[in-house]
């Protein structure tokens, strides 16, 4: 491959270990992303079927700081997840996106607001706004 892509892979690589579970060496913790789709819309019920897929990864949480937090974009008791770009099976991590559900330690949290971490402008892992 290219070396740029080497340079991504080995940014990526060494995202997902630090984000990956502690068993691993990593910083992290399990995290389930739960991502929706709706389906087509059934006029005979009048509902869309929506499938949720389940995405076993990783992820750190943190804390936003007292002064980050707005009160209208980030409220008091929303949590920032340090999501790791690898699933626990090594696979890509799909983009989280707003109103997909979170389960990280027993909790599940509705996701606010997504920014790519970017390297290089490729996503290397995603940083996550979650709301109880």
Do not use: C, H, W
Not at 14 to 27: E, H, P, T, V
């Amino acid at each position: 491959g290219s070396r740029m892509s080497d340079v991504y892979d080995r940014a990526k690589a060494s995202a997902g270990r630090m984000l990956g579970l502690r068993a691993s060496g990593g910083k992290g913790a399990a995290l389930t992303l739960k991502k929706t789709t709706a389906g087509a819309y059934d006029p005979e019920t009048g509902t869309s079927a929506s499938t949720s897929t389940d995405y076993a990864g990783s992820a750190f949480r943190d804390t936003y700081k007292q002064s980050e937090i707005d009160g209208s974009r980030i409220r008091q008791g929303d949590v920032k997840f340090l999501v790791s770009p690898l699933l626990l099976n090594g696979a890509d991590m799909p983009e989280p996106a707003a109103l997909d559900k979170v389960v990280f330690d027993g909790s599940t949290y509705t996701v606010q607001y997504v920014l790519p971490m970017n390297y290089a402008g490729l996503a290397v892992g995603f940083e996550v706004q979650a709301r109880k």
